[in-house]
């Protein structure tokens, strides 16, 4: 089990993580979600122990450091382009393996199970993007860890590795194991976990089932009406929500496009464009952060071990 | 982690770094090329001309007691190379993740940087021996005290050679950049040691200082004895290599205080 309990980072004075708790449950697989700069990469770095800052991350009860074993406890697959070029792949697994205390023969199994056999007299130089991003989850799994912590792996796989990773990570979570993941694209990331931790500028913007997450995100309206300030009080007295865009246009969440419609005619305002967005937390992530993200509704309502 | 578990763990890992990149073959080969051309060039100048009692160390140390040892230089290269992966290539990550104790790392890499340079320091030697004892008339040995003599100004050699190495990888720690490092410890005897000289001044404490800048103490630690400890202002070997030490261990202290304050 991964648990998160007061993450805080700060980078001079800016919070790059702001308090963030959150639990990974054994035999789960979790993803981090969030836009670029939104903290992600901190929270592993932070459970790793690569950066200095507030809070801890226990596995199985005990932080990093604590773990008489530390590959054992955790496998930790970032920066997947960031290997020597002067080191094959092989030779990069058999730097990890001497201080995981591992034997040899485990990389020939972790480099089999990645599919990397074929490449792993090269070096990164020639690698391509998915074969560094294999190398990275190959080190991970070196030690046979209980949790795998893996930073933004999918952008870099093509579709068979997508749903070979996707394989892999149910495979452990399936058996006992926990699983954390991040990413920028909900529509990448849902499929592949039981449950999201949706970060906003390093705070928790919303975490649950990640179904439930991407269908209540999806559930919006987009509007354009003659008076948006009129439309916008009657939808709030509806028990709605409302996002402002730039254009002036309306996002309602809570309502249904009839709802939206009935309110509208109700109100005598004129409804210029009426359609069921299609946005989901991929949109509502890449919108600035003073607008509110609609997902944010689901916090608490939905929460699971948080 | 228990510390001694881990720094078990991070001297298997440093090593297997080292066994795993080509350019550890080419350091050796570099190594013994420089004490083989080092101990060729003082061989073919003692043919034409008399070096005195010195003339074999200096050829089997490639000329370190005269100045720059270009061994050392090697060796500086590579601490600095070792540095200069953990922020390049994420090496640092890497280790953290298996290893998760700072100071296990950092020991560690001392431990494997010193010995390295150490083999690096052996295998030039080896080669210039090589070389001295191949060398048609043999022209070096003649005014040469006896092997026992030179065996401290040899060890000194080695020493010096991984001082060179743990300086390499503090500066390239601290400066963030291997070529300013390794170029801080050319520039050093060649340039900024004789100009802090010319701005001591003339007293009795600043000879005894002067003595025990990192240069001057570099070419105390390879002197044949009789010359280190011979006139006022001289200090021997020991003194020479403790001054050496304790400039390193500064810039290691500081190299070591920032990779265990900053984020990795």
């Given amino acids: ?306 | 982690m228990s510390p001694a578990v881990a720094l078990a763990a991070a001297v298997r890992l440093e090593v297997a770094r080292l066994l795993t990149l080509r350019s550890t073959v080419v350091l050796l080969a570099a190594a013994a090329l420089v004490g083989a051309l080092g101990a060729a060039g003082f061989c073919a100048l003692g043919a034409r001309t008399d070096l005195g009692r010195s003339g074999l160390l200096e050829a089997l140390t490639a000329g370190s007691a005269v100045g720059l040892s270009l061994t050392g230089v090697l060796a500086a290269v590579a601490g600095a190379a070792a540095s200069a992966s953990d922020h390049r290539h994420g090496a640092a990550r890497a280790a953290l993740v298996v290893v998760p104790r700072r100071g296990a790392l950092l020991a560690a890499r001392a431990v494997v940087v010193g010995s390295w340079s150490s083999v690096l320091a052996g295998t030039s030697l080896v080669a210039a021996t090589a070389v001295v004892a191949a060398w048609p008339g043999e022209p070096l040995w003649g005014a040469s005290p006896r092997l026992a003599v030179l065996a401290v100004p040899l060890a000194g050699f080695v020493a010096l050679v991984a001082l060179h190495g743990l300086a390499g990888c503090a500066l390239a720690s601290l400066l963030r950049s291997a070529p300013l490092a390794v170029g801080l410890v050319v520039a050093w005897p060649l340039v900024l040691e004789p100009l802090l000289r010319l701005a001591l001044p003339r007293a009795s404490w600043a000879e005894a200082v002067e003595g025990l800048l990192p240069a001057a103490a570099a070419v105390r630690l390879v002197a044949l004895p009789p010359v280190a400890s011979g006139a006022a202002g001289l200090v021997g070997p020991l003194a020479a290599g403790l001054a050496l030490a304790v400039v390193v261990g500064v810039v290691a202290a500081g190299a070591a205080a920032r990779f265990v304050r900053r984020d990795a």
């Fill in chain 1, 1 to 306: 089990m991964i648990e998160a309990l007061s993450l805080t980072k700060r980078h001079g004075s800016r919070l790059a993580v702001d308090d963030l708790t959150f639990t990974v449950p054994d035999g789960t697989a979790t993803g981090l979600l969030g836009a670029a700069g939104s903290g992600k990469s901190t929270v592993l770095r932070l459970a790793a122990g690569l950066d200095r800052g507030e809070g801890r991350v226990l596995f199985d009860g005990a932080p990093l450091a604590r773990c008489p074993r530390p590959a054992a406890a955790v496998g930790v697959a970032l920066d997947a382009g960031s290997l020597h070029p002067g080191r094959t792949a092989r030779g990069h697994l058999r730097v990890l393996a001497a201080g995981a205390g591992v034997p040899r023969r485990r990389v020939d199994e972790v480099l089999e199970q990645t599919g990397l056999t074929g490449v792993e007299h090269r070096r990164p130089g020639v690698f391509w993007r998915g074969a560094a991003q294999r190398l990275a989850v190959a080190g991970a799994l070196l030690g046979r860890p209980r949790a795998l912590l893996l930073d933004d792996p999918l952008p870099a796989l093509d579709p068979d590795g997508r749903t070979w990773l996707g394989s892999l990570l149910r495979e452990h979570a399936d058996g006992g194991g926990s699983v954390l993941l991040t990413g920028s694209r909900a529509a990448d990331l849902a499929p592949m976990v039981d449950a999201l931790v949706v970060l906003r500028r390093g705070r928790l913007a919303a975490q649950g089932p990640a179904s439930e997450l991407v269908a209540g995100a999806a559930a919006s309206v987009l509007v354009r009406a003659s008076d948006a300030g009129r439309l916008t009080a009657a939808v709030l007295r509806w028990g709605g929500g409302v996002e402002p865009l730039p254009d002036g246009a309306l996002v309602v969440t809570g309502l249904d496009i009839a709802a939206v419609g009935e309110v509208a005619r109700a109100e005598g305002v004129a409804v210029h464009e009426l359609s069921r967005r299609e946005a989901d937390l991929d949109a509502a992530l890449a919108a600035p952060a003073e607008v509110a993200l609609p997902a944010s509704d689901l916090l608490g309502s939905s929460a699971v071990s948080a």
